[in-house]
């Protein structure tokens, strides 16, 4: 069985899977659902817990509407420590986290080897915590679950929208993408940077850039996939590492949007 370890345990969440399932369930607790229906994507910020946990909680909050309704998750996020040109999808049958092995769907993998921009690159998945920082929050709300993960580099909004329209359109598939906001300005700065590109996102904006998301890529396919054009937008949450456990000078923005 090959499987890809868990590489940020013990850095942007803990380790321990006790301590793990206590932390998740008092962010999920702390969170209530902001739409009544179950939504087929999800946009949630990826970084350490006590920084966007919080905010990330208020999307998984929403799939304990229904969480026996969801069977796989196209996790898609970007690639921040490998230089990809395209889209990395990974060769392993599992990914690892404290609280146990999520198994992939190979099939799904397959079949996205053949879409323009794919390829297969292990060393891109291997120590990146964009998707990894997801899984335990999926892992304590939904039941069963295969995982269909993808990193994105320099993909155009077509390549990334030719992966969503593949994988997404069923009941049972459930689309996260990862993505923080603005990053290293000031409190006010990243504030009214942030309000901005939140309103962009809930105008199906497809142009974004890497200043305003740094999953501006993932974020631009998903509102460029024919799959998505049917959808409700809704601002689940938005603040920025300030409001969190950091300080004012120099932020990190994150927000939470449901699609349903």
């Given at each position: 069985?090959?499987?890809?370890?868990?590489?940020?345990?013990?850095?942007?969440?803990?380790?321990?899977?006790?301590?793990?399932?206590?932390?998740?369930?008092?962010?999920?607790?702390?969170?209530?659902?902001?739409?009544?229906?179950?939504?087929?994507?999800?946009?949630?910020?990826?970084?350490?817990?006590?920084?966007?946990?919080?905010?990330?909680?208020?999307?998984?909050?929403?799939?304990?509407?229904?969480?026996?309704?969801?069977?796989?998750?196209?996790?898609?996020?970007?690639?921040?420590?490998?230089?990809?040109?395209?889209?990395?999808?990974?060769?392993?049958?599992?990914?690892?986290?404290?609280?146990?092995d999520i198994e992939l769907d190979r099939d799904a993998l397959a079949r996205l080897r053949d879409l323009?921009?794919?390829?297969?690159?292990?060393?891109?998945?291997?120590?990146?915590?964009?998707?990894?920082?997801?899984?335990?929050?999926?892992?304590?709300?939904?039941?069963?679950?295969?995982?269909?993960?993808?990193?994105?580099?320099?993909?155009?909004?077509?390549?990334?929208?030719?992966?969503?329209?593949?994988?997404?359109?069923?009941?049972?598939?459930?689309?996260?993408?990862?993505?923080?906001?603005?990053?290293?300005?000031?409190?006010?700065?990243?504030?009214?940077?942030?309000?901005?590109?939140?309103?962009?996102?809930?105008?199906?904006?497809?142009?974004?850039?890497?200043?305003?998301?740094?999953?501006?890529a993932a974020i631009n396919g998903l509102m460029a996939s024919r799959w998505s054009k049917d959808l409700?937008?809704?601002?689940?949450?938005?603040?920025?590492?300030?409001?969190?456990?950091?300080?004012?000078?120099?932020?990190?923005?994150?927000?939470?949007?449901?699609?349903?």
């Amino acid at each position: 069985m090959n499987t890809r370890a868990a590489a940020v345990a013990g850095y942007f969440y803990d380790a321990n899977p006790n301590q793990l399932r206590h932390d998740v369930s008092q962010l999920l607790r702390a969170e209530s659902a902001a739409i009544d229906t179950l939504p087929e994507a999800l946009i949630v910020p990826h970084a350490g817990y006590i920084y966007s946990g919080s905010t990330a909680a208020s999307a998984f909050k929403c799939l304990e509407i229904d969480p026996d309704q969801v069977k796989r998750v196209l996790l898609i996020g970007p690639a921040h420590r490998v230089l990809v040109e395209g889209m990395a999808i990974p060769s392993a049958d599992c990914f690892a986290t404290p609280f146990g092995d999520i198994e992939l769907d190979r099939d799904a993998l397959a079949r996205l080897r053949d879409l323009p921009g794919v390829c297969v690159m292990d060393e891109a998945h291997r120590q990146e915590h964009s998707l990894e920082v997801q899984l335990p929050f999926l892992q304590a709300v939904l039941h069963e679950f295969t995982l269909v993960p993808v990193l994105v580099g320099g993909a155009t909004p077509t390549m990334v929208a030719g992966v969503v329209d593949a994988i997404a359109g069923d009941p049972h598939t459930l689309v996260v993408i990862s993505s923080d906001l603005s990053h290293f300005l000031d409190y006010d700065a990243a504030r009214a940077k942030d309000a901005k590109t939140c309103q962009l996102i809930q105008n199906r904006a497809t142009t974004l850039s890497g200043s305003q998301a740094c999953g501006a890529a993932a974020i631009n396919g998903l509102m460029a996939s024919r799959w998505s054009k049917d959808l409700q937008i809704s601002l689940l949450k938005a603040c920025n590492s300030g409001d969190t456990a950091g300080p004012k000078d120099r932020v990190v923005g994150y927000a939470a949007f449901a699609l349903y």
